[in-house]
């Protein structure tokens, strides 16, 4: 971990090129201008960051999710720290709104990597002297760091939209077993029931078949989950749900909209009533449908960002699930 000055001044709020508008929207809440920062690239597609104000001292906060593209994205984060820090700022605090390479959390054969850790560790030495992030995929991810981490869940805006939804009958959905926290958050700020889609092989050679832990039957299933990237988890759940007599109105409820491969194909089943994500990452056109909703994340970063610039407690916006 770099060292900085620890001398706290005003506060400063930049974004890298993966979300402007998210972390236009976050400054605007706060009531500040986007900080100046210009991100180009040479001709062999290396980054160059230049920073158009002097932000010795300051309190500097970074928007850059890590979605795709991925390694660009993250390149770029790293080196937007590297000048802030050799600029001499305050304090740098990496807001990463989606944190990618999260699911490599663990080895799971022999001669794997746990990229979210390594990644972790170059976040610390890029420059970053705290982190701030939305729905981890899994909140051990916290401890990959020796600097602090303020894990915001996403869990109370989406569960807020919902609210206005029918939920009689309604039931909370986890798609698999790292879901089920997750859900039980929903459930208990909803008041409903809580179902568990089980993932079992029946021989080493089989695929893995979905069944349903819970009754379903004539109920509104509301499927959660942090992220959705190609769609096959929400379309495996789609298919035992309604094997097991689930109403064709699913709900599907996620924080990162990843949205690659056939995802968009797959939340057009007709049995998919709605699906409600965040803007962790950027929704463009292209990933529209008619029956998506987009709620703003904005709210909750800028209400973070504001209590961790004044010294304030952040945690009524933790994550207590994930
Ligand atoms: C898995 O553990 C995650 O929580 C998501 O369920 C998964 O990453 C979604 O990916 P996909 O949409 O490709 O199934």
């Not at 942090?226 to 097991?244: C, F, H, K, P, Y």
């Amino acid at each position: 971990m770099r060292v900085s000055s620890c001398v706290r001044g005003r506060m400063e709020v930049f974004s890298g090129t993966a979300h402007p508008e998210l972390a236009r929207e976050i400054a605007d809440l706060i009531g500040l201008p986007l900080g100046s920062l210009n991100v180009s690239r040479f001709p062999d597609g290396e980054v160059h960051v230049s920073i158009g104000t002097s932000v010795r001292g300051r309190d500097v906060f970074v928007v850059q999710p890590t979605c795709p593209p991925v390694n660009e994205n993250f390149a770029e984060l790293l080196i937007i720290l590297d000048a802030l820090y050799r600029a001499s700022a305050g304090r740098i605090t990496a807001v990463i709104p989606y944190y990618g390479y999260a699911r490599q959390d663990k080895k799971t054969a022999g001669r794997e990597p746990i990229t979210a850790r390594m990644v972790a560790d170059m976040l610390s030495v890029g420059g970053a002297n705290r982190v701030l992030a939305v729905d981890l995929h899994s909140p051990q991810i916290q401890g990959f760091f020796d600097i602090p981490v303020d894990h915001l869940t996403a869990v109370g805006v989406l569960g807020e939209r919902l609210r206005g939804a029918e939920l009689r009958d309604a039931v909370i959905v986890a798609p698999d077993a790292g879901r089920v926290n997750m859900a039980t958050e929903y459930a208990n700020r909803l008041g409903l029931p809580v179902v568990i889609i089980h993932k079992r092989r029946t021989g080493p050679e089989q695929t893995a078949v979905a069944h349903v832990v819970g009754e379903v039957r004539g109920r509104r299933p509301i499927i959660i989950d942090d992220m959705i990237t190609t769609g096959s988890t929400v379309n495996r759940s789609v298919e035992a749900l309604l094997r097991e007599g689930a109403a064709p109105e699913i709900y599907v409820v996620v924080t990162h909209p990843v949205l690659v491969g056939k995802a968009l194909e797959r939340l057009s089943n007709p049995a998919i009533a709605k699906v409600v994500v965040t803007n962790t990452i950027p929704v463009g056109p292209e990933k529209r449908i008619g029956k998506m909703d987009v709620v703003s994340v904005a709210p909750l970063i800028a209400d973070a960002i504001a209590r961790i610039h004044s010294d304030s407690s952040v945690s009524d916006l933790f994550a207590q699930a994930a």
